[in-house]
C-alpha cells in the first residue's frame, strides 16, 4: 500500500508569489490534515477534510492560504501572496474513516519544505 | 502551560538500555494519545497509539497512559543507535475530534 505523498518536496519562493502544494493520500482514506511546522516550534494542525469537506479549518493562519479537495481525493494547499513567516514545513496526514469517539491513527506524508525569501 | 509538553532532551541512554520518554498534556477529556518518531529533516513516523489507561506493548515499545495524572510515557527495551531520532508525543481533542495536538518532542541519542 502506498503511503501519503506530497509534492513538491522543496518550494523556494519569493516574497508575495504564489505557491501550491499538493498531497494524495493512502488510498481510501477518507480523512485529509495539514500542519505546519515552523523551525524551532511544534507541528501545528492547519485543518481537517472529511473526503471533500473542510471538518475543521480552525488551525489555517490567515485568509492567505486556501485549501480544496475535490473528488475527496488529493488535496491542494495554496498560499497566496507569500510571506516571510509562511516558511516552514507543509505536512500531510491522513486517517481511515472514523466512527465513534475515537481518532484513529494518523499517517504523514514526507512533507513539502517551503522557502519565502 | 502548553496543551501537550515534552522535555526537549536530549535524552542519552547506552545501547541495549530502556528508554523513557515522558509526556504531560493539559485536557483532561483528551481520550486518544499517539507517539511519533522522527528522524532528522524526515516526516513523523507512527510508532504507537494508546486509548485506555494502563500499558500497550508492541516489541521493544511499551506506551503507559495514565488519565488521572494526565501523563503518556513511551518505553523503549533494549534500545540501539537506530533509535536515536525525536519522539513526539501527539493527543488528540476530546469528544472525537481528528485535531491532533502535538509536543515539541524529546531528542533520543542511544550510545554504542
Known amino acids: 500500500e502506498a503511503g501519503v505523498t506530497q509534492f513538491p518536496s522543496h518550494s523556494v519562493i519569493e516574497k508575495g508569489q504564489t505557491v501550491t502544494l499538493r498531497c494524495d493520500p493512502i488510498s481510501g482514506h477518507d480523512n485529509l490534515y495539514w500542519y505546519r511546522r515552523v523551525m524551532g516550534k511544534e507541528i501545528k494542525f492547519l485543518l481537517h477534510?472529511?473526503?471533500?469537506?473542510?471538518?475543521?479549518e480552525s488551525g489555517m493562519p490567515n485568509n492567505r492560504f486556501l485549501a480544496e479537495r475535490t473528488g475527496g481525493t488529493y488535496s491542494t494547499l495554496k498560499v497566496q501572496p507569500a510571506e516571510l513567516e509562511d516558511s516552514g514545513v507543509y505536512f500531510c496526514?491522513?486517517?481511515?474513516?472514523?466512527?465513534?469517539?475515537?481518532?484513529?491513527?494518523?499517517?504523514f506524508g514526507p512533507g513539502t519544505r517551503l522557502t519565502v525569501t | 502551560q502548553k496543551e501537550v509538553e515534552q522535555n526537549s532532551g536530549p535524552l542519552s541512554v547506552p545501547e541495549g538500555a530502556i528508554a523513557s520518554l515522558n509526556c504531560t498534556y493539559s485536557?483532561?477529556?483528551?481520550?486518544?494519545f499517539f507517539w511519533y518518531r522522527q528522524y532528522s529533516g524526515k516526516s513523523p513516523e507512527l510508532i504507537m497509539s494508546i486509548y485506555s489507561n494502563g500499558d500497550k506493548e508492541d516489541g521493544r515499545f511499551t506506551a503507559q497512559l495514565n488519565k488521572a495524572s494526565q501523563y503518556v510515557s513511551l518505553l523503549i527495551r533494549d534500545s540501539q543507535p537506530s533509535d536515536s531520532a525525536t519522539y513526539l508525543c501527539?493527543?488528540?481533542?476530546?469528544?472525537?475530534?481528528?485535531?491532533?495536538?502535538f509536543g515539541t518532542g524529546t531528542k533520543l541519542q542511544v550510545i554504542p
Open positions: 477534510f472529511v473526503k471533500e469537506s473542510k471538518q475543521d
Open positions: 501527539a493527543v488528540a481533542q476530546p469528544g472525537g475530534y481528528q485535531k491532533v495536538t
Open positions: 485536557d483532561r477529556g483528551s481520550q486518544s
Open positions: 496526514a491522513s486517517s481511515r474513516r472514523t466512527s465513534g469517539r475515537q481518532t484513529y491513527e494518523q499517517y
